[in-house]
């Protein structure tokens, strides 16, 4: 940690619409577990805990707000009186007040977890690292789809989750996983 | 097209300091040979362009304003009159007037092309899609550096290139070759 702040966990997009068949073949189906785990360490420790919740503008997306597909999941409901951000594009930082939250708590620290790895993921966690927070991202607490390229090629989830966390790592954000972030941050 | 003004060209941190060893292996070596010809025919149709020139706060970085790196590369030098935006992180959005700008003209469709693929061309395009700017990328006007991930493993340029390119198509902007670009904007 950089700071006598404890770092906030932010959970991004862990919502129903994300089982949904559109999106195509998943890895790490243990992402929601590890979360939970963290997510109950962050509550025990009193430290801050943001849920972002996709809100799509696209009423055919499994994450419209026409849908059951925009609650969250369960096992990583927010409880009440935790801070929720809607958004509707990838970035938890366009359109939110995320960045002036963190700055009026004196939060540096910034843990990065959620769906999915190649596109809301990475993409606030680049807006976080350039904003100038300490990131990290918990690479077996997120998760990606496979994707078709625009050359016609398709990668699996394992090589887009792979490849997105190596474009992340050392410029943005520190890639941990969830038992080297908790060795690191809390020394269980 | 989206709309009646001409869509803007992005060029991205295309400057002297990429031609350092640190960066270690690249691909798509004629990216800056069509980057010029879309600058040349930019300049032909009197449409915006924008060169975007990374000032780093490393002293240590090729791209630091202590040597001759930060300069951009002869063959896509600005012309007296055209717009230049400094910046000291990846995005071309943070900590600059790009977003005001290109609304102060009315440019709804932006063209980014530069370097590299997976870091400062990847975050400026997601920002400029999540902004809402109609966004194309150039395929083989842009280039990666290969990459080691958080795994150890190592991932080579094309690998980087390609697999940025696939998260960012159809969910930030669209991934056009040059030739496909000009075909379906100028109609050459």
Redesign the interface.
């Known amino acids: 940690m950089n700071s006598n702040h404890p770092p906030a966990l932010v959970i991004i997009d862990v919502q129903q619409g994300f089982e949904d068949d559109v999106w195509g073949k998943r890895n790490n189906p243990n992402a929601e577990e590890r979360i939970r785990h963290l997510l109950q360490l962050w509550r025990t420790l009193q430290w801050p805990v943001i849920h972002i919740q996709h809100v799509s503008t696209n009423p055919y997306s499994p994450l419209s707000p026409n849908g059951r597909g925009v609650l969250f999941k369960e096992i990583v409901k927010p409880l009440d009186g935790e801070k929720v951000i809607q958004k509707n594009?990838?970035?938890a930082f366009?359109g939110t007040d995320l960045e002036s939250y963190l700055k009026q708590h004196n939060i540096a620290d910034v843990v990065i977890v959620g769906l999915t790895t190649?596109?809301c993921v990475?993409?606030t966690v680049?807006?976080s690292?350039?904003?100038g927070f300490n990131t990290y991202v918990i690479?077996d607490a997120t998760a990606a789809f496979g994707?078709?390229?625009?050359?016609g090629?398709y990668?699996d989830a394992d090589?887009?989750h792979?490849?997105?966390?190596?474009?992340l790592?050392g410029?943005?954000a520190?890639?941990?996983t969830a038992e080297e972030l908790i060795k690191q941050f809390i020394g269980q």
């Open positions: 594009v990838n970035s366009i190649p596109h990475s993409t680049r807006m690292g350039n904003l690479s994707l078709r390229g625009p050359d090629i990668y090589q887009i792979n490849i997105s966390l190596a474009t790592h410029e943005f520190t890639v941990l």
